[in-house]
């Protein structure tokens, strides 16, 4: 049984889905709203005849949707001249005005066959023109008998009777019990019937929390105002005790010119107090960085380079010979023995050269395994960093000895005594602003110049822990050697180790 029917852009119908229920549907309408448009549809998918005239006006596609109630699907499609049917999801072409095999074991809309003697009839039994007369009525005799006289067609015909007969005993049945239930519901709106009374009570209700909601209002300012008198008996309170001070200052002896007095006094105590605190931490802190200044060593000088200069260059000479030698190997790789011949002079010339080179040849594979395991030298860090630090403190040197003396003649100081001028602290504060700023400056320096110095010693004792052997001479690497003076001969540790320690 079709559930559902769905058209786009087929004649009137640009997108229209209709759902069939159980039993009979029945569509009604005005004229050319579409209704026989759906009967041309349902025949358009069931004999695929001439479809020219379908498509909606301006369109270039239109479609029909059948879906049946045991899970079927039937599509009927045109574009431009081309039709093809989708059942179930399996596209079918190039049918022209032909339709499926298996499109009626899904749709059952087909023609029923009547065959009697040699004569064979088809009959439309699902489709009726708005036009034409009832069922057989315009037919022949013969082909009304014909009909008539198959049985298999009036078995179905009979069927459909039974089937229509019990649809409308349950159709009865149905309106039965919708009648009983509309009795039903009419009495219990009979119950309804005090919904006055009902509104009245809520009317008065509605008045009892307005006037409940004023009550709260009321009661809010009241206690609104409970605070408001308790906050004025605290102050009342409060200027009752300024009250009783002020008369018992009006009694005192003291006067305000006496109080002013003593509070200028009381000031300037705390002005000399806060100066003499300052000019200690100024003295403490002076004392501080004499101390720390004291424990700077001299800067390193600079070593020369030119000994490792000429050792990259002997490297790189040594390099150059190592592809020299590889090449004359891989030319005397491709060599074959000479072939048997009686031994002449030049032969055995000939021999004696290949002797020698063989010889040569096994000293350059002995040379290239060694050179090998040599690797690119070390770059060297550049100076110019540390040199200019060591220019900086020798340019500090002389106010790190200016601070030495400050802090001796700061030490033989006696504390401060109390004194009301204050212009001799000041002064003497106005002549260490200058030795401070350059105290100050003069430790930043050597904090940065020792932290420089650190990293270096971190970076050489890195170097050697990575490299306790010279690449060059092969001799031991000692790293407080090397951060110290640099020798003037190649050199790695305090005692000499054999012939290869220089070279």
């Known amino acids: 049984m079709i559930r559902k029917i769905t058209l786009e852009n087929f004649m009137s119908h640009a997108k229209t889905e209709i759902e069939l229920a159980d039993g009979l549907t029945v569509l009604t309408g005005p004229n050319n709203c579409g209704k026989s448009a759906l009967v041309a549809a349902l025949q358009t998918i069931a004999t695929n005849g001439n479809t020219t005239h379908v498509m909606r006006h301006g369109s270039k596609m239109c479609r029909i949707t059948v879906e049946t109630d045991d899970d079927h699907t039937v599509i009927w499609e045109r574009k431009k001249s081309t039709v093809k049917y989708n059942i179930d999801g399996e596209d079918i072409h190039r049918i022209g005005q032909k339709v499926p095999p298996q499109l009626h074991d899904v749709l059952k809309l087909d023609r029923v066959s009547a065959e009697v003697g040699a004569s064979k009839n088809e009959y439309d039994i699902h489709f009726g023109q708005q036009k034409t007369p009832v069922f057989l009525l315009d037919e022949t005799g013969s082909r009304a008998a014909a009909f008539f006289a198959s049985s298999s067609d009036a078995s179905r015909l009979i069927e459909m009777q039974g089937n229509h007969r019990t649809r409308v005993r349950e159709s009865k049945s149905e309106a039965k019990r919708l009648s009983g239930e509309l009795d039903k519901t009419t009495e219990r709106l009979l119950n309804y019937l005090s919904v006055d009374e009902l509104a009245q009570k809520i009317e008065d209700a509605d008045k009892r929390q307005k006037l409940i909601s004023k009550t709260e209002q009321q009661i809010a300012r009241s206690q609104e105002l409970q605070k408001q008198l308790l906050a004025t008996q605290v102050r009342a309170t409060t200027l009752r005790q300024h009250i009783d001070i002020l008369t018992r200052l009006s009694q005192s002896s003291v006067t305000p010119s006496t109080l002013q007095a003593a509070s200028e006094k009381a000031g300037r105590l705390r002005d000399r107090l806060t100066s003499t605190t300052n000019a200690q931490h100024t003295r403490d802190l002076s004392q501080a960085v004499c101390g720390a200044l004291s424990q700077l060593r001299a800067p390193l000088e600079p070593r020369p380079t030119s000994q490792l200069v000429g050792s990259i260059s002997s490297i790189r000479q040594t390099q150059t010979r190592l592809r020299l030698s590889r090449l004359v190997q891989s030319a005397c790789g491709t060599l074959t023995a000479p072939p048997t011949m009686m031994p002449t002079q030049t032969c055995r010339q000939a021999i004696d050269r290949l002797s020698n080179q063989r010889l040569v040849h096994q000293g350059v594979n002995r040379v290239a395994n060694r050179l090998q395991t040599l690797v690119r030298p070390p770059s060297q860090a550049s100076t110019e960093r540390l040199q200019q630090t060591v220019k900086t403190l020798n340019k500090i040197r002389p106010q790190t000895e200016r601070l030495r003396q400050l802090y001796r003649v700061f030490s033989n100081m006696r504390p401060v005594a109390e004194t009301a001028d204050k212009k001799p602290i000041q002064n003497a504060i106005a002549r260490l602003q ?57 050199s790695h540790s305090t005692t000499e180790s054999g012939s290869g320690d220089k070279s």
């Open 434 to 490: 200058p030795v401070l700023k350059g105290v100050g400056q003069a430790r930043e320096i050597a904090e940065r110049t020792r932290g420089e110095v650190l990293e270096l010693e971190a970076d050489i004792r890195g170097f050697v822990e990575q490299n306790p052997k010279c690449r060059t001479c092969g001799g031991d690497i000692n790293a407080e050697t090397l951060m110290s003076t640099l020798p003037d001969m190649h």
